[in-house]
């Protein structure tokens, strides 16, 4: 194992670098892979393959009319969907991998620390089935394909791991991984049957238009996902067992003394569709999470848009207006230069997630003497430093051989000019080009021979059926629609016309919204109905927009809910709140924002005390730039690649991996000064640092000698043993994996030393 740090850094700090784990197309699928997969591409930039078998799309909706004999290498090798978000994701719970390949979610048990090989086929598909409204909907990004995945993420609802995902039609849906656990693994069966239950979504919706960012809040069991209708659908599942169930009156004959009650954190009794609607300079939004309050339960959503803005939106409280955290203008795109950058990835961060340290130095991972300090101006409404000589001083760093080049041609610059042909299609285009490719733009490497993996029995595929949500509930109250009408067929004195809630209605918290929807149930019992399940097979979903108040029975009829998806969109009219609102947030926490090559930190409010100086965010221009993709022989592949989109978390580790589709990886280690450092103009005590890049510079050069996009990076933890029952060892180790749209995977183990900090990569 190679020990770093390299005597050219300008500031010493403990890592282990070793070996990267490699796995090839060829290695995986047999020989013939690679080769497959150069005709895709091929076909794919228009150019004639020189197979004499045509090329066609794996794996399909339709499997059962697919083109292509059973036998054919095409069959073997799955084809990958362009222009997305990250497509992989490892289960922070199981020794469980997950690929999205077009609509299906191929499931592999990882084989083999620390080379973490993938079989050749999977243990298992998921196929989860298209919902009744997405061919209403189409496709955003592929109309000719429009049930194709966008993002694949997953995390803990509640006790349990689920596996999330959205697609271009706009659906979304979850399956828990333990059931998918349960299948890979073997679990034992209660039925006393061999048979073993094929996983089946707990959830399916449509949030109507293209579906991008996607967030799981574990405390509050809430799914938010953003769409290209500029929104974001935060759904919040029923938890109690009986929707029916009634909380008893206490007695008032009786001579016990009343305890007090404990109060309990929204227990729903019905499911939830909370639209936040943010201003009307909003765009697409790739890329979401939320916001906690002192108690750790869910009190915003967070979303950034294409334009680099950031914006906050209270779930709870009605009538609120949008917090918008304005992107840095002097930020420039590399790829479409000198159009501004744009904004692609979004996370809070917790003051836990931080690594206390002891100096400046540590925590910037410079000497405060090579450190920028950029004042607050027009430019940037919060003092930063800057930290863009770390990148520089990166041992065997792959991005240091443009560095040179790009100093001398704009010496006043951050970005390197190139002007391919204009910003038009990232996330809001198929990015085609609107051009075949020319023969000599086309490029590949051969690599030379390689072993072939065993292949293993392929799983019994999926029949996904039906959703648990009961998509022909009709409306026993009457015939308006997305109304609740009592019996007596008039709405309720206060309310709208096809609201159930009037705008203004104040709620402050879910708690206020599901006292009044069970009074309200209660007043439509007293009308002369015997009771609720008289009215309702359950209790009816519910439809909640906070910016106007209104609340409305969310239509389950398949005409009228493609009606409800494909409403016109509406603004929010409240006054877009000052960012000096967040001071009002219950805990600190602090913005990390990616834009396509730049990273920014920086709390996401000045201070709440006005006694006390700001406190300095944090920005890393260039950390992962374009560079040499734009090589005419590489830019068909890699064009509108050039974007931080993907962001995973080691919390024990205090690291962050941000990763992007040009197929790198910057490793971040957050820090927090124990006594923080006065400055002139503020505070420095909240930081990060800039560890590695990966794959190094020598890594690429053995395993990644064809260049493609990165498909997915996905990054989990290790756990001991194999099966339902692994568990994480001490310390904590993860692994990361990088899987490129070639089928090439390139894996590391991260840890960190808990004595000293050092971080390990091997």
């Not at 090798?77 to 978000?85: A, L």
């Not at 991984?177 to 449509?206: L, Q, W």
């Not at 990966?694 to 290790?718: C, F």
Request: net charge negative; with cysteine.
């Amino acid at each position: 194992m190679e020990s770093q740090p390299s005597t050219s850094a300008p500031a010493k700090f403990p890592i282990s670098v070793g070996k990267c784990y490699a796995q090839t197309a060829n290695e995986r699928f047999g020989d013939g892979a690679r080769a497959a997969i150069r005709q895709r591409e091929r076909l794919s930039l228009g150019l004639h393959p020189t197979d004499a078998e045509i090329p066609f799309t794996w794996p399909s909706q339709d499997d059962e009319h697919q083109a292509g004999p059973e036998s054919s290498i095409y069959r073997l090798v799955p084809s990958m969907q362009s222009y997305r978000n990250n497509l992989t994701a490892l289960s922070q719970v199981f020794n469980l991998y997950f690929v999205a390949y077009q609509g299906h979610i191929f499931v592999y048990k990882p084989r083999g620390a620390p080379r973490q090989s993938l079989p050749c086929h999977p243990d298992l598909q998921l196929k989860p089935k298209p919902s009744p409204y997405s061919r209403s909907i189409g496709g955003y990004l592929d109309p000719r394909q429009p049930h194709l995945i966008n993002h694949i993420i997953t995390g803990l609802l509640g006790h349990d791991e689920i596996l999330l995902a959205c697609y271009d039609d706009g659906d979304v849906v979850a399956y828990y991984t333990r059931d998918i656990g349960t299948y890979v693994f073997g679990g034992r069966e209660t039925t006393g049957s061999s048979h073993k239950a094929t996983p089946r979504p707990f959830f399916r919706e449509n949030v109507g238009m293209s579906a991008w960012g996607l967030a799981i809040h574990q405390k509050s069991r809430l799914i938010a996902v953003s769409s290209n209708r500029h929104e974001v659908i935060v759904f919040a599942l029923a938890l109690t067992s009986d929707p029916f169930k009634r909380k008893e009156a206490p007695d008032p004959d009786s001579q016990e003394p009343t305890k007090p009650k404990k109060k309990v954190g929204h227990r729903r009794s019905r499911n939830w569709r909370i639209v936040i609607i943010f201003g009307s300079d909003a765009d697409n939004m790739p890329n979401i999470c939320f916001v906690d309050d002192f108690q750790g339960q869910a009190q915003k959503v967070c979303a950034i848009d294409i334009k680099g803005t950031v914006w906050l939106a209270d779930i709870w409280q009605a009538h609120q207006g949008p917090i918008a955290i304005q992107a840095l203008n002097q930020l420039r795109s590399e790829e479409f230069f000198p159009s501004p950058t744009r904004g692609w990835g979004v996370l809070a961060l917790d003051d836990s997630c931080f690594l206390k340290v002891r100096t400046s130095e540590e925590l910037f991972g410079l000497h405060t003497n090579q450190v920028e300090v950029i004042r607050a101006s027009n430019g940037c409404s919060h003092p930063l430093v800057n930290v863009k000589n770390a990148i520089n001083h990166i041992p065997n760093n792959p991005h240091r051989r443009a560095a040179h080049v790009m100093a001398q041609a704009h010496p006043h610059m951050l970005q390197l000019p190139f002007g391919f042909q204009g910003p038009g299609a990232l996330l809001d285009s198929d990015g085609s080009g609107g051009e075949s490719a020319v023969e000599e733009d086309f490029e590949d490497t051969e690599i030379g021979s390689e072993d072939e993996e065993e292949d293993e029995e392929e799983d019994e595929e999926e029949d996904d059926g039906d959703d648990i949500e009961d998509d022909n509930h009709q409306d026993a109250l009457g015939a308006e629609a997305f109304a609740m009408v009592p019996a007596g067929g008039t709405f309720p004195a206060g309310t709208t016309g096809h609201a159930l809630v009037a705008p203004s209605t104040h709620h402050d918290s879910f708690d206020t919204l599901n006292a009044f929807l069970d009074e309200f149930d209660g007043k439509i019992c007293e009308d002369g109905t015997s009771s609720d399940e008289d009215i309702l097979p359950r209790k009816a979903d519910m439809t909640y927009f906070p910016h106007s108040g209104e609340i409305l029975e969310t239509p389950r009829q398949e005409p009228r809910m493609i009606g409800f998806l494909k409403r016109p969109p509406c603004g929010n009219h409240n006054r877009q709140e000052p960012e000096a609102r967040l001071a009002g947030l219950k805990r600190k926490f602090f913005l990390l924002r990616t834009y396509e090559k730049d990273i920014e930190m920086r709390p996401f409010s000045r201070t709440s005390d006005r006694d006390r100086r700001v406190e300095f965010g944090v920005i890393c221009p260039d950390a992962l730039r374009f560079g040499r993709f734009k090589e005419v022989g590489l830019v068909a592949h890699f064009h509108a690649t050039g974007r931080l989109n993907m962001i995973a978390v080691a919390p024990e580790l205090s690291l962050v991996a941000i990763g992007s589709p040009i197929g790198r990886v910057v490793l971040l280690t957050l820090t927090r000064k124990a006594v923080p450092s006065e400055r002139e103009e503020g505070i420095w005590e909240h930081g990060f640092r800039v560890e590695w890049v990966l794959p190094t510079q020598s890594d690429e050069e053995k395993h990644r000698r064809v260049l493609r996009p990165m498909h997915g990076m996905a990054l989990g933890p290790i756990q001991k043993g194999d099966g339902l029952t692994g568990e994480a060892g001490l310390p904590r180790r993860y692994r990361l994996m990088l899987h490129y749209r070639n089928h090439d995977i390139l894996s590391y183990e991260l840890t960190r030393n808990e004595q000293t900090g050092k971080l390990c990569i091997y």
